[in-house]
């Protein structure tokens, strides 16, 4: 079965993202359609991946599918420029975060099926976390496209729509909570009299490790941390000083700001 033309919208960071996953899970260059603000973005892509620029326009007319990666609060006017035009049987995936699909259909022609999909950052290096959800018209079939597109990232996972914008919080800003912990880590091993780069080497590999142990080893997080916590060890006493300062907590504080924070953004849209 041919592949069908996807058409990038607004190929910002997300954008990009997508379109160079799908190139190299061979998706065909001459499928792949790309719409930018600046003409200068438009040849550097064009330059990079082989893959066609045009205007919004002509993507809608040529896609299948159209991939919505604009800023939230662009989306509108994007939709009140070509919701119009674009025909009930092609599939919208959006990429914008905090929109919910009900923000699309009203802005569409009825039934026209609209699949909401957060990824993360790591989709860069094949790693992403990517959960897809289903508006009120799209089916089966249309998430088992969405899914073909975001495995060649990563990991893909189906969840009610409901549950996006926790999704977001969670493992879109995910990477965001790891990088400033490992940033915190590296600076107590310089405090502790290592060279940066030697605790930036221990951290970083560690943090791989445990990561891989986390994904293949079927155990809860509490037991592997607990094979690691002797009593009246070195562990023990950095994580009694970590309850002390509330990280749990803070943490769990965190994430539902950006789930909040996510809900603004689609109520002020």
């Known amino acids: 079965m041919p592949k069908q033309t996807v058409a990038v919208i607004g190929a910002g960071k997300m954008g990009e993202l997508v379109l160079s996953g799908l190139l190299r899970s061979g998706w065909p260059a001459e499928r792949l359609l790309v719409t930018v603000r600046r003409a200068a973005r438009g040849t550097e892509l064009a330059e990079r991946y082989g893959v066609t620029v045009v205007d919004n326009a002509e993507a809608v007319s040529r896609a299948d599918i159209l991939a919505v990666g604009v800023k939230p609060q662009d989306a509108g006017v994007l939709l009140d420029e070509i919701g119009g035009r674009i025909a009930a049987d092609k599939l919208v ?3 914008c975060a905090g929109l919910p699909t009900s923000f ?3 802005r569409l ?6 699949v909401r999909v957060m ?6 290096v094949d790693q992403a976390m ?18 073909e597109m975001f495995k060649p990232l990563g990991v893909t996972i189906r969840v009610p729509e409901s549950q ?8 879109g800003s995910g990477p965001a909570y790891f990088y400033l912990l490992v940033e915190a880590m590296i600076d107590a091993g310089v405090l502790l009299g290592l060279p940066r780069q030697v605790a930036h080497e221990l951290i970083v590999q560690t943090a791989i490790g445990s990561s891989v142990m ?7 997080p509490v037991k592997l941390r607990e094979a690691v ?3 009246a060890g070195t562990t023990i006493a950095a994580i009694h000083e970590l309850e002390k300062h509330g990280v749990r907590a803070a943490l769990m504080g965190a994430l539902e700001a950006a789930r909040n924070r996510a809900r603004e953004i689609a109520g002020g849209v």
Do not use: K, W, Y
């Open 93 to 95: 995936v959006s990429l």
């Open 104 to 106: 699309f259909a009203a």
């Open 109 to 114: 022609p009825e039934g026209t099926p609209v």
């Open 119 to 124: 990824t993360n950052t790591p989709a860069l």
């Open 130 to 147: 990517t959960a897809i959800s289903a508006g009120p018209h799209a089916g089966d079939e249309h998430l088992a496209v969405a899914e």
């Open 164 to 171: 996006q914008d926790a999704v977001t919080a969670l493992s």
């Open 214 to 220: 986390l994904r293949d080893s079927g155990e809860h």
């Open 229 to 231: 916590t002797s009593p």
